[in-house]
């Protein structure tokens, strides 16, 4: 027989395998902004900016994905109603709008996107320990896990109420980054007389591109809610469409080709238009001085005595499988990142921001926060992590961001944790 006639053999799946060589960073950041996209049916921002750093991102991807869209006790549309409140809370317009969306895609009521008042009584209880571990997490204590808990037709299961507090904690330190690395350049977008409405939705800066935008346009929906309520509804439906990508946006190249295959796929996708503050109680309650607090009975956290890897991790992981080993995930990332100045200015920064929520190490000279963080940089970090909302000078470093939204998510966690662990044992 002709030997050139027989067939070729077949490697083997493990013999293919190896024979793939390993992506690249920019490989890689390509490959999870296209996952981001399929996914979610859009590349949303906040992927964009953290494309820079492709390990980190794909565990904030694993672990948001996780939080809002698989198995856990909470229902799909109470997921991102919290996300809304959380994001209100510090008014976010950006995350507000995005969870209306996905609120109302998942099957939510619309009715319920008129206000926190229209809400169902379960979600409207969340909204004091929403508010606390927003701004003064220090306040979190056993009397408000108790009070949620308390046997009743509107009572939550321990599980959900985990969930809750996780989803709540994420969105709350999201917000710190959506603001300091400038994706909510419009934090009250307002809808003219002719019902037509324009958001800012692209960074105004970042490390690697110009300013870019994407320009949100659309009209008011649901005439009928108009003529039967004789006025105009709370939140507005618009078609957004993605203008052609740059393929500066990408840090050194990365992703240029799926940003240059998404700029002919001008595809059209929903999203509502939400006021925040419609979901607030209480506006003027805000981030106060932990070390000029009033409350002198709230004494400071010592994580000798709690901490994320002896006890909040084993806790949260135990209430609501496997997220712990996510956000575990998320904190390692962030703690690798390389740093301009080395592991000592990163601590340097973690420990900062724990320090203005009360949260303190033993085992840490706080001498060296002010060797090692000038004051610029201090008040920037100050500002991003409490006062979100009012930072408008986003800072060219994605390191920093990333640090103050991880640090800020932990600190968040343990208060909330430790008061479920008060309400456990006691």
Request: glycine letters at 6%; proline letters at 8%; hydrophobic letters at 40%.
């Amino acid at each position: 027989p002709d030997p050139s006639s027989a067939p070729l053999p077949l490697a083997s799946p493990s013999a293919v395998c190896t024979m793939i060589p390993p992506l690249s960073e920019k490989e890689r950041a390509s490959l999870l902004c296209m996952k981001a996209l399929v996914s979610r049916g859009r590349l949303d921002t906040v992927s964009q900016q953290m494309a820079v750093h492709p390990q980190y991102l794909e565990s904030f991807l694993h672990s948001q994905h996780y939080i809002l869209h698989m198995d856990g006790p909470l229902p799909l549309p109470y997921r991102h109603y919290i996300a809304i409140m959380a994001a209100a809370r510090h008014r976010c317009s950006y995350l507000v709008s995005l969870h209306s969306a996905q609120f109302l895609r998942v099957g939510g009521d619309p009715v319920w996107l008129q206000g926190l008042e229209a809400a169902p009584p379960r979600l409207r209880h969340l909204d004091h320990i929403n508010k606390v571990l927003a701004h003064r997490p220090w306040l979190s204590g056993r009397a408000h896990i108790q009070a949620l808990l308390k046997p009743g037709e509107q009572c939550w299961s321990l599980a959900e109420l985990v969930q809750a507090v996780v989803l709540l904690a994420h969105c709350h330190a999201l917000c710190s980054f959506v603001f300091g690395s400038g994706t909510d350049p419009d934090p009250s977008p307002a809808c003219g007389s002719n019902g037509l409405v324009s958001v800012g939705w692209l960074p105004l800066c970042s490390p690697w591109t110009p300013a870019a935008r994407w320009l949100v346009s659309g009209k008011r929906s649901s005439e009928r809610r108009r003529r039967r309520t004789g006025r105009a509804p709370k939140h507005s439906r618009m078609r957004v469409r993605a203008p052609p990508c740059s393929p500066h946006v990408w840090p050194s190249g990365a992703c240029t080709s799926w940003c240059l295959y998404a700029s002919d796929a001008e595809e059209e996708e929903e999203v509502t238009c939400t006021e925040p503050s419609l979901f607030v109680t209480d506006p003027e309650f805000g981030y106060q001085e932990f070390a000029r607090r009033d409350e002198d009975h709230f004494q400071v956290f010592r994580v000798q005595d709690y901490s994320w890897e002896d006890h909040g991790f084993s806790l949260v992981n135990r209430l609501y499988s496997d997220i712990g080993h996510l956000l575990d995930e998320r904190f390692r990332c962030v703690a690798a990142l390389p740093f301009p100045r080395g592991p000592d200015l990163r601590r340097a920064v973690w420990n900062y921001i724990h320090c203005m929520f009360g949260i303190r190490y033993d085992d840490y000279d706080y001498g060296e926060v002010n060797q090692l963080l000038e004051r610029e940089l201090k008040l920037y970090i100050k500002a991003v992590a409490c006062f979100p909302d009012i930072t408008r000078s986003p800072l060219p470093s994605i390191h920093i961001n990333l640090l103050i939204m991880e640090a800020r998510l932990q600190a968040e966690l343990l208060y909330a944790l430790r008061a479920i662990t008060q309400h456990m044992i006691g």
